[in-house]
């Protein structure tokens, strides 16, 4: 798969899976945008991908604000003049049920981030994504389809549920402009993000390990194989789709 040429700009980079993601698009020719809070991880990642000898263009933002999100556009035009490729990773967790007294509160915070910002950087990039008839994929997740383990981070299945179905609809409205939209459905995937969480994580990694069917937890570098085929020429049928990758959580 080459992105030679391509300007891929991918949200929540500094770690995980959008860091990984940003790292293999290097490798693949492409010039990447990195966007986090955390300008020393984003540092490192930077270097990463710079070791491919392709343009990176550190962002150091918060999706969830509008100033921020503008500013994000705006940098990846004036540094790469185009757009080919957008990857919403940005996103949080936390823990509160229907019974908290915080569920207001962390659903706030929660929808601002993984939904709201969504709909605000896909508004503003779109018109972009239109004149190169690139794509998107947009990082949703398991806890959008199951009750399994879930019920305490209500908020966060809910805002991946909505997400599930904002990516079917801009699928729609976009396929007439050659524009792909697409979801990729993570289980439990070895990063830093219960560290980024709203509140405590209740289930730890090697909890999640031992209800999982295969008995295993995913690398990011698994989530950014299936991003970076989903963003290529090799997809070039598929729009509206979720691609669940979870070691089978699914089946319990």
Do not use: W
């Not at 990694?205 to 963003?231: C, H, N, Q, T, Y």
């Amino acid at each position: 798969m080459s992105f030679a040429n391509k300007v891929v700009l991918i949200t929540g980079s500094s770690s995980g899976i959008g860091a990984a993601a940003a790292i293999s698009f290097a490798k693949e020719g492409a010039n990447v945008v990195i966007v986090g809070r955390k300008e020393h991880k984003l540092q490192k990642v930077k270097e990463e991908c710079a070791k491919s000898g392709n343009g990176v263009l550190v962002v150091k933002a918060d999706v969830s604000n509008e100033e921020d999100a503008k500013k994000i556009i705006k940098e990846t035009i004036d540094k790469f003049n185009k757009l080919d490729v957008l990857v919403n990773n940005a996103g949080i967790a936390g823990m509160s049920s229907i019974l908290s007294d915080n569920v207001l509160s962390v659903y706030d915070t929660i929808m601002n981030t993984n939904l709201r910002a969504v709909v605000h950087i896909t508004n503003l990039a779109a018109p972009y994504l239109i004149k190169t008839k690139g794509n998107i994929i947009n990082i949703s997740s398991v806890a959008a389809k199951t009750t399994i383990i879930i019920s305490p981070a209500l908020s966060y299945a809910v805002s991946k549920a909505a997400l599930d179905h904002f990516t079917r609809l801009v699928a729609a409205e976009l396929a007439s402009h050659g524009v792909r939209v697409n979801s990729i459905s993570p289980g439990p995937v070895r990063t830093d993000f219960p560290d980024n969480a709203v509140g405590s994580i209740v289930a730890s990694m090697e909890d999640l390990k031992k209800i999982v069917p295969l008995g295993r937890i995913s690398e990011p570098e698994e989530i950014a194989d299936l991003i970076l085929f989903l963003a290529s020429d090799k997809a070039k049928a598929i729009t509206g789709s979720d691609y669940v990758s979870d070691n089978g959580l699914l089946l319990k």
